[in-house]
């Protein structure tokens, strides 16, 4: 007899999902023979390459690569030496920054909310369908709105509410659940509350933001309504990394729609759930399939 609650997740499967699959992503300073390089050493040590992005970027003259490879049966050693025999040869020599991730180990996620609940409700829907390659491992949030959504999906759900003078506290508190949980990502699913300098600092590169704005530009609490008194012809909603710059991090996808004179600000901020939605799911999921990387104050999307 079901309980009222919906089914785990399953596992979705994809051309990467080989068994033993994994994804390495690196960059370094440009130069020739990178491509070569990587190729050459996952060839030697007998692996199959599955899928591969490669971006130069002439401004800052850095390389980029995303690689998903798995062993071909014929002797490939394990992860741990692989990474070691990397960082001794190719990683050193190219002055490489890289990562391997094994494919079957999904992203840990927190997801933190407020009072707005349609990012939430989409990305809760999409894990557990699983389309959405994470694993949701708790939702925090600074109000009780959105608890019964949240258990009704079998997550747990820590309310964790900010009193005045004491954000810090609050804050501790949820960097604490993030290191019980073992958590990988915190996603601000319309979490209406700056995070201080130090919070952003511990979870740089960790952390995504949805804006409610095609930034720059309308940036605050009501920035349909800005965007309204103007009279825009487009309105949209930005994913970024969170930094101690406000609403400044590197952007990680956009999306706008047309609107009109026609429209109410109820009609844009309507219209705004839905692309909100729409750009976080993406950001988290190349975020989750490590196809993002930083460079400097903006992002490689290896898609």
């Known amino acids: ?22 994804v390495l992503t690196l960059s370094c300073p440009d130069t020739t023979g990178i491509v070569a390089a990587v190729a050459g050493f996952l060839a030697a040590h007998n692996c199959l390459i599955t899928e591969a992005q490669h971006f130069d970027d002439p401004y800052t003259v850095k390389s980029f690569m995303r690689t ?11 992860l741990t030496e692989l990474d070691q025999e990397f960082a001794r040869t190719v990683g050193v020599r190219f002055q490489m920054s890289y990562r391997f991730h094994e494919v079957r180990h999904r992203c840990r996620a927190v997801l933190a909310v407020s009072k707005h609940g349609h990012c939430l409700n989409s990305m809760l829907h999409r894990w557990s369908t699983g389309t959405l390659p994470i694993e949701v491992v708790a939702v925090v949030s600074n109000h009780q709105d959105m608890r019964s959504l949240t258990e009704w999906h079998g997550i747990p759900f820590h309310y964790l509410p900010v009193i005045d003078g004491r954000k810090a506290e609050q804050e501790k508190r949820i960097i ?20 201080t300098p130090p919070a952003c600092d511990y979870f740089a590169g960790r952390a ?21 008194a103007r009279g825009v012809k487009l309105i949209g909603a930005t994913a970024h990394y969170v930094t101690t710059d406000l609403d400044e991090g ?7 729609a047309r609107v009109d004179h026609t429209m109410t600000p109820e009609d844009l901020v309507t219209i705004g759930a839905d692309l909100e939605s729409v750009v976080l799911n993406r950001a988290v999921k190349w975020h989750a399939e490590r196809r993002v990387v930083i460079n400097d104050v903006k992002t490689v999307v290896l898609r």
Do not use: C, W
């Not at 995504?208 to 309204?228: E, T, V």
């Not at 590197?250 to 706008?256: R, T």
């Open 250 to 256: 590197p952007i990680i996808d956009q999306e706008v």
């Open 68 to 78: 998903v490879f798995h062993p071909n049966g014929q002797g490939t050693p394990a």
């Open 1 to 22: 007899m079901s309980d009222g609650s919906p089914p785990r997740p399953p596992q979705r499967s994809s051309g990467a999902d080989k068994p033993g699959s994994v």
């Open 176 to 195: 604490d659940l993030f290191e019980k949980v073992d958590g990988e990502l915190l996603v601000l699913a319309r979490y209406m509350q700056i995070l």
């Open 208 to 228: 995504i933001n949805i804006h409610h704005s095609f930034l720059p530009g309308f940036k605050g609490a009501k920035a349909y309504h800005q965007a309204h």
